[in-house]
């Protein structure tokens, strides 16, 4: 996966886990690009760089509204990390949030206020 030349939040305008990611780097000063799933679609390519890196079980958001939505069948299609890609590339809001990409190559997944402290360290 190539590095981003900036910080990239990726994630869902009203998502209240976006909202504290993006306060968090206001407050440190720290200038980011902010990649909205609703308006601009899922990187396909990032997707699968996330899975790779984090797994497919930590990406995929099994307590938001999305997942509590989806038909039992389609739950249970989700069995791989291939069928969880296809999933969430159908429906952003199933990835959890917010994924941050960090200049140098580093991922963080959700609100993690200490990993992002060790980052920008």
């Given amino acids: 996966m190539e590095k981003p030349a900036r910080i990239i939040v990726y994630g869902i305008a009203n998502?209240?886990?976006?909202?504290?990611?993006?306060?968090?780097?206001?407050?440190?000063?720290?200038a980011y690009a902010f990649h909205d799933f609703k308006k601009a679609g899922v990187p396909l390519p990032r997707l699968k760089a996330w899975?790779?890196?984090?797994?497919?079980?930590?990406?995929?958001?099994?307590?938001?509204?999305?997942w509590r939505?989806?038909?039992?069948?389609?739950?249970?299609?989700?069995?791989?990390?291939?069928?969880?890609?296809?999933?969430?590339?159908?429906?952003?809001?199933?990835?959890?949030r917010p994924v941050i990409e960090f200049p140098h190559g580093q991922l963080t997944l959700g609100v993690n206020p200490e990993a992002w402290s060790n980052v920008i360290e």
């Fill in 69 to 96: 939505l989806l038909r039992e069948e389609e739950k249970t299609l989700i069995l791989n990390a291939s069928s969880a890609i296809n999933a969430m590339a159908q429906h952003p809001s199933l990835i959890k």
């Fill in 51 to 66: 899975v790779k890196h984090f797994g497919w079980e930590s990406v995929l958001n099994r307590k938001g509204t999305t």
């Fill in 15 to 30: 998502c209240q886990s976006v909202k504290k990611a993006r306060d968090w780097l206001q407050e440190h000063a720290l």
